[in-house]
């Protein structure tokens, strides 16, 4: 029985408990663009919309092999659980990993959690109160943003442009956000082919946005999956190269080997470490044993660099596929052309709305997913994000073809 002195009441929703609910539940409403997703999980309808790494670039028989012998030599320790702050082993590889990306750490500050998903979860439930504020690009990774509302957090967008975070526009938000007294929690950035824009933030930025973060006393989270995923050039090294004690780092497996291991890391200064570690250990007691030695298994035998690269080919061919495709078809519209990651950021002529469109998408057979998602504030109407990371080439060039179709077919009404 509910206590709350009061009978639900079925009127508010179907849904007997409604009113039992916490309050901070309110932002966990399913939005009709994800009703809209199961009609365009139909095979005929291209989806340009979800971020699914192509794991069938990933030969089975490595993966089968390591958990073989997982199995075979470890399997005791496998099926059981294991520490809260992750396999030894395993956080030693993961500092390699990061060495790619110019972090030098050591694996006492790295945290295993369960995908990237779950630190970003552990993080904003160490730091976030009800009312407080958080920094964070215009557009942002939309199921950040869900877990800040969860946390009855705001999130004041920052401005970027094909540089990515414009720092002059952060420290103007810092500043009218302090005029009215409002306590900013941390910056959230995805600094490195960002999800959604597709844009990079360059490295005088880097640094500038670091010392104007140091300057105010605020926290940066940097969350980088795609930092290893570039088509030419390298990207510049990562922020927490930078600043050691002032930004905590995310990254995951998701998107260099496969995201049904569930299994990403923080790597945070130290006092912020053991609140993580804390908070992972109250939340799931330990990361999966066995997918976490099955990975370690994989970078000790595997050519695993090898395998990066073969993604970034992969990928690099379909982003090729979708910019050819948007010249070809919609050649008076613009789009970040990314250097690296799974998205494309494509602006619609001004009197478009990009969610309304998305049924008519849908009854083309094209999915994407309308810019407004990736907002708190309800802007990014007139942007679409497009990913390449999933369909064929052959696919995306005629997904593109049919979204040309809706958006002119819009203009002409
Ligand atoms: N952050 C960003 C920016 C992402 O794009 C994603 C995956 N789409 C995640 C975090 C979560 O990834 P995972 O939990 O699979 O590591």
Known sequence: MIDNGSLPSAGNNLDPWY????????????????????????????????????????PEDLVIGAMDRVMHEQGPVALQYGSGQGVPRLREQITEVMALEG?????????????????????????????????????????????????????DHVPMDEHGLIPEALREHIASARAVGRRI????????????????????????????????????????????????????????????????????????LAPGFRVGWALAPHAIREKLILANEAAVLSPSSFTQLVISQYLSEADWRGQIDTFRGVYRERKEAMIDA??????????????????????????????????????????????????ANGDGAQNIRLSFCYPTPESIRVGVRRLATVINGELDL
């Open 19 to 58: 009113s039992a609910y916490a309050k901070r539940t309110a932002g966990l409403a399913a939005s009709e663009v994800r009703a809209l997703f199961a009609v365009a999980s139909r095979p005929e309808v291209v989806s340009l919309a979800g971020g699914m790494p192509y794991v069938s670039a990933l």
């Open 103 to 155: 972090i030098s750490a050591s694996a006492d500050d790295v945290i295993v959690t369960t995908g990237s998903q779950h630190a970003l979860e552990l993080f904003a439930k160490l730091f976030l109160d009800p009312g407080d504020l958080v920094l964070a690009e215009g557009p942002s990774y939309v199921t950040a943003l869900v877990i800040f509302k969860s946390y009855q957090a705001e999130v």
């Open 185 to 256: 929690k941390f910056l959230y950035t995805i600094p490195t082919f960002h999800n959604p824009a597709g844009v990079t933030l360059s490295w005088e930025r880097r640094l500038e946005i670091l010392e104007i973060c140091r300057e105010n006393g605020i926290l940066v989270l940097e969350d980088n999956p795609y930092g290893l995923l570039y088509f030419d050039r390298k990207p510049p090294a990562a922020m927490r190269s930078i600043d050691e004690e002032g930004v905590v780092y995310l990254g995951t497996f998701s998107k260099t």
């Open 326 to 375: 948007l010249e070809e078809h919609l050649p008076e519209l613009s789009w970040t052309n990314p250097n690296g990651g799974f998205y494309v950021w494509l602006t619609l002529p001004q009197n478009l709305d990009s969610k309304a469109m998305l049924p008519r998408a849908v009854t083309e057979l094209v999915a994407y997913t309308p810019g407004t998602a990736f907002y």
